[in-house]
């Protein structure tokens, strides 16, 4: 508050400085981004930011806080791509991002984010699922003398060695070994 003297009269003035903030219409205000994807496969997800026209676009796994952590960086209105991860800038702010042979490991948070004199950053949050697999081995029988195949799980007649993921099995009538691999899923 300024007090100002003229003449006969005093006159308070308020000085106050106001902020305007302007939004568009387009939705692109986005908290997170939650996505699912299965070992092996790929995902893809678009990230939007405010004002990013111009500016360079990365995808990094947190913590983000060094080069390390940048996984590709993408110049304005290009792709780049960098070992599994593609980034597509679309020239209006936003960019998309692929992510090909995903693995369990790829599991956790990542940011998309805009370099800028204050980086902007979109929390991203990746699910990847184990994938069941289950090889079915050939199995050779003997049938009166004959050889019948049939496509189907062996059970051991006399097993070399066994773990957790994979069952290898010795048939002493035929000399041969057989594989059959089975992985469980997982959350």
């Known amino acids: 508050m300024t007090e100002t003297h003229i003449g006969l009269f005093y006159i308070d003035v308020d000085v106050t400085f106001v902020f305007w903030i302007l939004f568009d219409s387009r939705p692109q205000i986005v908290l997170h981004i939650s996505i699912d994807g299965s070992e092996g496969g790929k995902v893809s997800f678009r990230c939007f930011h405010k004002l990013a026209q111009n500016n360079y676009k990365y995808f990094c796994r947190d913590p983000c806080k060094s080069e390390e952590h940048i996984l590709a960086k ?4 290009l792709v780049t791509m960098s070992q599994r991860v ?3 800038d679309h020239g209006d702010g ?3 991002v692929i992510m090909s042979d995903l693995r369990t490991s790829d599991k956790g948070k990542y940011w998309c984010a805009v370099d800028r ?3 902007t950053y979109t929390p991203v949050y990746l699910h990847v ?5 289950v090889v079915m081995a050939l199995c050779f ?5 004959k050889l019948r195949s049939q496509a189907q799980v062996c059970f051991p007649l006399h097993p070399v060695c066994s773990d957790q993921n994979q069952v290898s099995l010795y048939d002493s009538h035929f000399n041969f070994q057989f594989f059959s691999i089975s992985k469980g899923l997982q959350s």
């Open 129 to 133: 699922t184990e994938v069941a697999v």
């Open 86 to 88: 593609t980034l597509w």
């Open 74 to 77: 993408v110049t304005p209105g």
């Open 117 to 119: 004199v204050v980086d």
């Open 141 to 145: 029988r003997k049938c009166r003398n």
């Open 94 to 96: 936003s960019f998309t």
